[in-house]
């Protein structure tokens, strides 16, 4: 698949700016929501289609009925499993916005020509990050005494259970390798990391000594560890980034762009809009890149790297 490089991928971020997917459930005919007939379609990426297409069909409704004036009519969901499928479905036109957390619109972005364009404050925040932690009396004193030692993750997917924790310590030096046993022997010049596949997991598996370090979401630590806060030690802090992201396929009509923008900015002063974006995740708001999306998600651009294989697969 071609690429386009990062340098590229930064004029992206700086520009100006359907047919039904194999994993999309029914067939259901979008909803009509004005005399006009054009067509917005919102993808997502998940390996449970059906849930994922009732979380996002009132709003992809919303928008839709909001956009008659420049000739929108029905609103559609497209769910796709893998997020090379979304790729494919953005190259072709088959999704219209695309909607995620920031690597995985970083890595949608550096193949189809993609452009961010609003943040989505999921969860009611705007910005996250991690925290990989240690037993207080484990003797680890920074990330450079991992090696030869397991760090839990969370799921393979999650941005601040794997994600940009994993991106964050390979950045700085640390030789990562993915192992199926927490108990398995890792090479010395290696750090070992296993899933866990819940952030409730990770906390209870340092805890035990199961594994040498967790990484989990900042927000959830204080909550995951409890009465057990004192047995646990911070050993670095992650970046923040955006919480989730929209981004508009290459070659959507700018009117429509402009109009879409309109009406997900103003969507938290609406009573229905705000009633739709509790259901939506409980969304709180859209708003624009403080600063630019260039400056907000270089960063992960530059981290995109270290988890391409990851996202890829």
């Known amino acids: 698949m071609a690429r386009l490089g990062l ?35 919102v993808g997502s990426v998940s390996l449970n289609p059906g849930r994922e297409y009732e979380t996002f069909r009132p709003f992809a409704d919303y928008l839709a009925s909001r956009l008659g004036e420049v000739g ?40 189809a020509g993609s452009r961010p364009i609003l943040r989505r404050w999921k969860r009611g925040s705007d910005v996250y990050h991690s925290v990989i932690f240690v037993r207080a009396d484990s003797g680890i004193a920074s990330a450079d005494d991992f090696r030869g030692r397991i760090i839990a993750f969370g799921e393979p997917f999650s941005t601040t259970g794997f994600l940009l924790p994993k991106a964050a ?12 046993d927490p108990a398995a022997t890792i090479q010395p010049d290696h750090v070992g990391y296993v899933f866990s596949n819940d952030a409730e997991n990770t906390m209870f598996w340092v805890l035990k000594k199961k594994v040498a370090a967790g990484a989990v979401n900042a927000d959830y630590f204080e909550a995951l560890a409890g009465s057990r806060i004192e047995e646990l030690r911070i050993i670095r802090r992650t970046e923040e980034v955006p919480r989730n992201v929209v981004c508009v396929r290459d070659g ?15 969507m938290d002063e609406d009573p229905q809009g705000r009633s739709v974006l509790s259901g939506f995740e409980q969304t709180a708001r859209f ?18 790297a270290y988890v391409e294989e990851d996202l890829g697969r």
């Open 287 to 304: 708003d624009r890149f403080p600063g630019g999306s260039a400056d907000q998600l270089g960063r992960v651009m530059e981290l995109l």
């Open 7 to 41: 340098a590229l991928l930064a004029a992206v971020l700086l520009a100006p700016g359907c047919q039904q997917t194999p994993n999309e459930p029914a067939p259901k005919e979008p909803a009509r929501t004005s005399g006009a007939t054009g067509v917005l379609s």
């Open 169 to 180: 310590l390979a950045s700085s030096g640390l030789r990562l390798v993915n192992y199926e």
């Open 252 to 266: 959507l009509d700018p009117e429509l762009i402009r109009a879409v923008e309109e009406v997900l900015l103003a």
């Open 72 to 111: 929108i009519g029905k609103g559609r969901v497209v769910v796709a499993d893998s997020l090379s499928k979304m790729v494919a479905d953005l190259q072709r036109g088959s999704v219209d916005l695309f909607i995620d957390s920031p690597f995985p619109v970083a890595f949608v972005c550096d193949r």
